[in-house]
Structures are given as C-alpha cells and as structure tokens.
T-cell receptor, first 114, second 110 residues
Framework: GAGVSQSPSNKVTEKGKDVELRCDPISGHTALYWYRQSLGQGLEFLIYFQGNSAPDKSGLPSDRFSAERTGGSVSTLTIQRTQQEDSAVYLC????????????FGSGTQLSVL | GEDVEQSLFLSVREGDSSVINCTYTDSSSTYLYWYKQEPGAGLQLLTYIFSNMDMKQDQRLTVLLNKKDKHLSLRIADTQTGDSAIYFCAESMGTDKLIFGTGTRLQVFP
C-alpha cells in the first residue's frame, strides 16, 4: 500500500483478555517502530526493529507486551492479560533503512480496555 | 534520562507567529525533529535539523537550535487555523530510536 497500515483501527476488549495489533509498513522499509500514546501524554517508545538485527525492546513496559516482525515486513504487537492502564493509541511507524530523517506513521489503533 | 520536554498548550490569533519550545537531554543527538499530529491521524514529519546547524528555514517554518542549552524551537509565521494540531519534538538517541516529547497542542483562533 501507499502508507503504513494498522489494524484494527479500534479495539475494545475486556480486562484480562489478550489482544493483537497489526502493522503493515511501507514496502521496502527495513525499520519499524511501535509507540504508545496515552491521553494527555507524549509518545512512549515501545520497540524498534531494524532489518535482521535483534530488536530494541527497551521500551516495553512489562512482560505482558511482546512484538514480532515476520519476514522483515508485517509486525504484530501482542498484549497479554490486558489491564485498564493499557488503554491508549498504539502507533506504528516505518522508515527506509537507517534513514532517520523521516518516519512514516500509521493512523494508530485505539485500544480500550474495559 | 531520556526526557524531551514541551509546554502542553499554546493559543495564538490567526495571522500571528507561533513559537513552540522544546528541551532535550541527549547532547549526542544527531538529528532533532518536529512532527505534527492532526486530530485522529498519525504523525507527519514537518521538518528536522542536523545537530551541527543553528537554524533551518522552510517556508513558514523556522527551526532554531541552541545546543549549549539543549533547546529547540519551532516558529510558524502567519499562523493559520489549519495549523491547529499537536506538535511533537523528537531527538534521535545514539541508536536509531526516536524519543518524543509530550507534545504541544496549538490552538489558533480567529
């Protein structure tokens, strides 16, 4: 596609359930990022993939959060046993190679945990 | 620590200039960025500046960098209602990771 695509755009779940959020980066982009945007707060870095290198997971808030990137393209962010404080907009971004001049962001997934 | 700080709100009259300020912590940052987020949308890159530059101008946008004080600003000339959005500054750390500020909500009134 022409841009970064995220699905679903909205997700409502019950506390304790697992959720999977998907990100389709721009074709050919080797770098992929996940950020979390909570109401009234900035963007919180979660995880970063670059090519075949080991991902930078330093921003994952707990072991309930995990992410994978299959075949260097699509990425899935999984949150296990969701809590109400996980409610936020989860944003994915990609960039070509190591070019940090421009990240292309998706529109995000609004996660609401009831 | 990795703190990028911004004021939360700015309100300006249409036609005036807007100045959005940001302070960052990592003196080794090589790039500093300004992103814009319109309601319900992802972030879009507005402009960026290399750390060896003091100023960059791009049409109505002027970025000023004070490396000594680790201070970055974005000036929008002739602010329009379409400029109303949240503006994020970001720094690149030693790796490729970008650290974003809390965002400044700019409101433009007629």
């Amino acid at each position: 596609g022409a841009g970064v695509s995220q699905s679903p755009s909205n997700k409502v779940t019950e506390k304790g359930k697992d959720v999977e959020l998907r990100c389709d980066p721009i074709s050919g982009h080797t770098a992929l990022y996940w950020y979390r945007q909570s109401l009234g707060q900035g963007l919180e870095f979660l995880i970063y993939f670059q090519g075949n290198s080991a991902p930078d997971k330093s921003g994952l808030p707990s072991d309930r959060f995990s992410a994978e990137r299959t075949g260097g393209s699509v990425s899935t962010l999984t949150i296990q046993r969701t809590q109400q404080e996980d409610s936020a907009v989860y944003l994915c971004a990609s960039s070509p190679g190591k070019s940090r001049e421009k990240l292309f962001f998706g529109s995000g997934t609004q996660l609401s945990v009831l | 620590g990795e703190d990028v700080e911004q004021s939360l709100f700015l309100s300006v009259r249409e036609g005036d200039s807007s100045v959005i300020n940001c302070t960052y912590t990592d003196s080794s940052s090589t790039y500093l960025y300004w992103y814009k987020q319109e309601p319900g949308a992802g972030l879009q890159l507005l402009t960026y500046i290399f750390s060896n530059m003091d100023m960059k101008q791009d049409q109505r946008l002027t970025v000023l960098l004070n490396k000594k004080d680790k201070h970055l600003s974005l000036r929008i000339a002739d602010t329009q209602t379409g400029d109303s959005a949240i503006y994020f500054c970001a720094e690149s750390m030693g790796t490729d990771k970008l650290i974003f500020g809390t965002g400044t909500r700019l409101q433009v009134f007629p």
